[in-house]
């Protein structure tokens, strides 16, 4: 019974389900329109513009390499390189061989040699675009070394053609290469080509250079190296680069030196010089180097490009790099070309035909002291350091002047001027150290900076009393005499004025003078001074001391 009931209960159930579809066929129901529902969330407010962002990030923490990570770099990055170096090396033993041997002749061996060359570059190229990076890249450098090589022992070794001509189908390898390099965007094919590039002039093997025309092929090479480095993307390319581009000036440099003067290849140094400055400085910029020291280098190789060539004019010459460094520097805004265009100046002044101009050597000295001066107090064209660099300079400057003292207390000639310009420099030192006190001490240089001006003061006050017009016709004795007076009535000075500012850097100078005095006088003056001369500097000092001493001790009653 049960079973039957559950029988008819299932063909009841599918009847049911026949007669809603029929009904669903002739009626179908609409599907209600879903409302959006509102979100109950207030929506953030919007950001304000001047709210700093956090600029905290997690440190990127260096995973090391698994074993199969390093089976995979070593396959296919390491092992098509050594492999594209011992195909190269493995040619050059087959060639060697083979031409030892007999078996073909030499037109055939740079034929083939050549041949194989452009096979592998094609070989390389196809291998790039199968997605096999390193391998395209190593077979394209192989290639090209190969054919370079055919092609030069084809022109040294058989003199199957000229040299010119050769150095025409090296180009045509080279330009291919070049665009392969841009095309695969390897930094591997732009060291290569930077290299091969640069050898190819020495390469051809000629009596006399053409300095104009290496210097031409030189920038035109690197100015098209440095657009590639900029599009790559790669600062390293971009250094290589430079370096060779240097070597390439330095040696025209030498060559010019060393050869009879030619304006035209004076005039073309110069120029490479110069474009290799401006175009250093706009690829590190576009680069975005924080250093650019590549620039920065060629520079200083333009200053020496007008120390080769050495001018009558070349201060004006000199003065225009400067002008141009300082706008670089405006419009890079990196302050090292600053450094460039202030070296610039400095070498301008040791330039200026003084003779012809009929002026003494030493006006230079006198514009080296107005320099330091505008370092020290000038705000524009400002460099990193500069403050210390000056002070650099003004130690230089201290010695220089005690050596050049001596060759004209030698020659019997005065030395008027250069004691102005230390008096002068000394000056502006103190008044910076007076100004810039608090600015030194915050950055630690003060210490440093007042050994430096007690050292200038010094200097410079003995070289003004030996410059004296009495001076001269004094002995040995009084000279000495006549020193040691003006460092005691020194001493006097820089206590007063210390007492009189309440500044006990002025005191402390004074006091130190006076001890240096004191051991001058015990070390010195004692063994060969007369009684009364002895008598009347040490009765002197005395005096000073007991003056000194007893503005200290109304200094303390005071307090």
């Known amino acids: 019974m049960e079973e039957q009931r559950i029988t008819q209960l299932e063909q009841e159930l599918e009847a049911l389900k026949l007669r809603v579809a029929q009904l669903e066929q002739l009626h179908p129901v609409p599907h209600p329109t879903s409302t959006p529902e509102q979100s109950t969330v207030a929506t953030p407010k919007k950001r304000p513009a001047f709210v700093k962002k956090d600029d905290t990030f997690s440190p990127k923490i260096k995973q090391i390499r698994t074993r199969d990570e390093w089976e995979h770099m070593i396959a296919t990055i390491w092992l098509p390189r050594i492999a594209a170096i011992f195909a190269a090396i493995g040619a050059i033993f087959l060639f060697s061989y ?4 007999g078996w073909v002749n030499p037109a055939v061996r740079v034929g083939s040699g050549v041949l194989i060359g452009l096979l592998l570059i094609g070989v390389g190229e196809y291998q790039y675009e199968k997605k096999r990076r390193e391998l395209g890249v190593g077979l394209v450098a192989t290639g090209t070394i190969v054919s370079l090589a055919a092609l030069f022992a084809g022109m040294a070794l058989y003199q199957f053609y000229s040299p010119g001509l050769a150095f025409s189908l090296e180009l045509v390898i080279l330009f291919i290469t070049f665009g392969l390099m841009l095309w695969m965007a390897s930094r591997v094919l732009l060291i290569l080509v930077s290299i091969t590039g640069f050898l190819l002039p020495f390469l051809q093997l000629a009596d006399e250079a053409n300095v104009s025309l290496f210097l031409l092929y030189e920038v035109i090479l690197f100015a098209a190296l440095f657009y590639a480095a900029v599009r790559l993307k790669t600062i390293l390319g971009f250094v290589v680069s430079w370096g060779f581009l240097t070597i390439a000036l330095v040696t025209a440099m030498s060559m010019v030196g060393f ?17 290799s400055y401006i175009g250093t400085a706009f690829t590190g910029q576009r680069l975005r180097m924080k250093w650019n020291y ?21 201060t004006l010459i000199a003065l225009a790099l400067a002008g141009l460094a300082y706008s670089i520097a405006n419009y890079s805004k990196d302050a090292w070309h600053n450094a460039v265009g202030h070296a610039t100046v400095f070498y301008a002044i040791t330039q200026i035909p003084y003779d012809i101009l009929r002026l003494s050597e030493q006006f ?17 064209q400002h460099m990193p350091y500069q403050r210390m660099i ?30 102005v310009a230390l008096v002068l420099a000394t000056s502006g030192l103190i008044y910076l150290l007076v100004q810039q006190h608090r600015a030194m001490v915050e950055d630690g240089t003060f210490q440093i900076s007042l050994v430096v001006a007690a050292v200038g003061v010094l200097t410079t006050y003995t070289l003004l009393v030996m410059e004296l017009p009495f001076y001269d016709g004094l002995d040995e004795t009084n000279r000495s005499t006549t020193l040691s007076v003006a460092y005691i009535l020194l001493a006097l000075l820089l206590v007063t004025i210390g007492r ?22 015990l070390v010195f003056d004692l063994s060969f001074l007369t009684l009364v001369q002895k008598a009347f500097v040490f009765i002197g000092f005395a005096i000073v001391a007991f003056i000194i001493s007893r503005t200290y001790f109304k200094k303390r009653k005071n307090n």
């Open 390 to 419: 000056a002070l650099a300079l003004y130690v230089y400057f201290i010695f220089d002047q005690i050596t050049q003292s001596g060759m004209y207390a030698a020659m019997n000639d005065s030395f008027r001027l250069s004691v």
């Open 98 to 101: 083979a031409s030892i041997s």
């Open 259 to 275: 050869s009879p003067p030619s304006t035209s290849d004076e005039i073309s140094l110069l120029a490479a010089s110069l474009v």
């Open 364 to 380: 230079e000295t006198l514009l080296f002291a107005c320099i330091l001066i505008g370092l020290w107090f000038v705000k524009r």
């Open 500 to 521: 009189i500012r309440n500044l006990s850097v002025w005191r402390l100078s004074g006091l130190l003078l006076l001890s240096v005095s004191a051991i001058k006088l």
């Open 294 to 314: 590549p620039s920065y280098g060629a520079g200083l190789i333009v200053i020496a490009s007008l120390a080769v060539i050495d001018w009558q004019w070349g």
